[in-house]
């Protein structure tokens, strides 16, 4: 810890939030002070591991904190970081920032009006990976995206558009800079009863179009993206943090194309470490974050405008729905 490390607090210590937690108490930039869960045996077992304060109410610490990462459920998102923005903290609040955009609003207007900074925790901007892609993307025509998983039980209070997809969604939005001129989906619920597999359509302005698949009912993990513009074709492996750019098309009739393919290489890296240590430097140079409450917003705006075609296309399977088994008992979701 060094001598200007940001005071900060974890709320919501459950399989995300320890990382938080953890990796904060190693970084010299942080000085923890405490974790926060609505399990305060939970948070006391976890404290004692890391040095640090546990306490079951984030209210404890408004006032004894300058920052703090929210990664509470999502539909506690919005009173955490409402109450800390409100108590002059910095915030990092995990995605999807809010469960409505009324929510969303009331927090950028909070944190500008505090003048405080409002982080949102869309991870995959600090895979050195994706950042190779926003180097070498231009004008995107057509992307794809898969980004499928197994199923795990912590992510039951949202659907697979929030809980996965909404990765891809960020990403596209910040890639064509533009917001969609019209979005179709459809989902089907499987294993609970918000969807698990959803396919969505964005179509831009200026003429981009993205096909998204995010499913949580894959054997596997896979994340991959493809994007085509007209210069290059450019494959992004998210969990593999590979990246293959192809570009420098030449042809001549009646031969066969020669391209050029690069494979950068990046350094291996940690991107929720990246992620908070970038968010630290912001509290501390006092600097928009690269995903502010703004970017978080337009990412949750398309999500539910997503989910709303989804929902409208089940209406007619209702009775079928209605009738399904449900194998996943309702459960209250971890926190984190």
Sequence with gaps: MSAGAVKVAVVGVGYLGSFHAEKLARLPEAELVAVVDSDPAKAEKLARALGCRGTGDHRELLGQVQAVSVVTPTVSHFSVARDFLAAGADVLCEKPMTNSLEEADHLIALAAEQGRILQVGHLERFNPAVE?????????????????????????????????????LDIILALVNEEPAEIRAKGVPVLGPHADLVNARLEFPGGCVANITA???????????????????????????????????????????????????????????????????????????????????????????VRACVEQGLCQYQELLDKSPRWVAAQPPEEG
């Excluded at 190779?132 to 039951?156: D, H, L, Q, S, V």
């Design 132 to 168: 190779g892609m926003f180097a070498r993307a231009g004008r995107p025509m057509f992307i794809e995206c898969n980004r499928i998983a197994p199923f795990k039980a912590r992510a039951t209070d949202v659907d697979v558009v929030l809980d996965l997809m909404i990765h891809d």
């Design 215 to 305: 499913s949580r009912l894959a054997l596997k993990d896979e994340r991959k993206m493809r994007l085509f513009q007209p210069d290059a074709y450019l494959s992004l492996d998210f969990k593999k943090r590979k990246l293959l750019v192809v570009s420098g098309v030449e042809y001549r009739p009646g031969g066969v194309p020669k391209v050029s393919a690069e494979r950068p290489r990046f350094a291996k890296s940690d991107p929720l470490e990246r992620e908070l240590r970038s968010f630290l430097e912001c509290v501390q140079q006092r600097r928009a974050p690269r995903v502010d409450g703004a970017a978080g917003r337009r990412a949750l705006a398309c999500a539910l405008a």
